[in-house]
């Protein structure tokens, strides 16, 4: 997020699982990188932190279940 030089967004598809309670990078900052990454879709884990794949894994992995699903 501090970047000093211009990043370049990744060309690959992209999804954001976030953790509601994240306190390392704010619901704010994940909604500016979730605009730069061109409004990926974005999943919340509620009461997972910054590692929600480990702090939830049951949950994390339906998330990925469901995209996959998805498509």
């Known amino acids: 997020m501090r970047q ?4 370049i967004p990744p060309t690959c598809e992209t999804t954001m699982i976030w953790g509601t309670e994240d306190r390392l990078i704010t619901m704010r900052q994940a909604a500016i990188l979730r605009k730069w990454l061109g409004n990926p879709p974005f999943i919340l ?5 910054h590692m929600p794949q480990i702090e ?3 949950a994390f992995a339906e998330a ?5 699903e998805a498509k």
């Open 64 to 68: 990925v279940k469901k995209l996959r």
């Open 56 to 58: 939830q894994p049951e």
């Open 45 to 49: 884990i509620e009461g997972a932190g």
């Open 4 to 7: 000093t030089t211009p990043q």
